[in-house]
């Protein structure tokens, strides 16, 4: 029997032991905090000045180079998206 402390962790719960300020993450995480697919995760990085920028991971600049975005970036993100909804309520 296998209990839940013995088990591995997973990905997502090794980086909640980590400084979101300087952890990293890629595409998908993005796609599930902000609940925004690709495209649109794209299209607020041309249209919204608000939105959080990516950190380049490669010295490549090139269309489809790595890219990650800052934890506590995206965080504060959907903290002022959920304060802002209060205001305009």
Do not use: H
Not at 21 to 45: D, F, Q, V, W
Not at 50 to 58: D, E, N
């Amino acid at each position: 029997m296998t209990s839940i402390t013995s088990a591995a962790p997973s990905i997502i719960d090794a980086r909640l032991l980590c400084d979101p300020a300087t952890t990293l993450i890629r595409i998908p995480e993005m796609e599930a905090i902000t609940g925004y697919k690709r495209p649109t995760i794209y299209k607020r990085l041309k249209d919204d000045p608000t939105f959080p920028k990516p950190v380049p991971l490669s010295n490549s600049k090139s269309r489809g180079a790595p890219v990650g975005w800052v934890l506590a970036e995206v965080q504060a993100w959907v903290r002022q998206r959920i304060a802002l909804r209060e205001v305009a309520a």
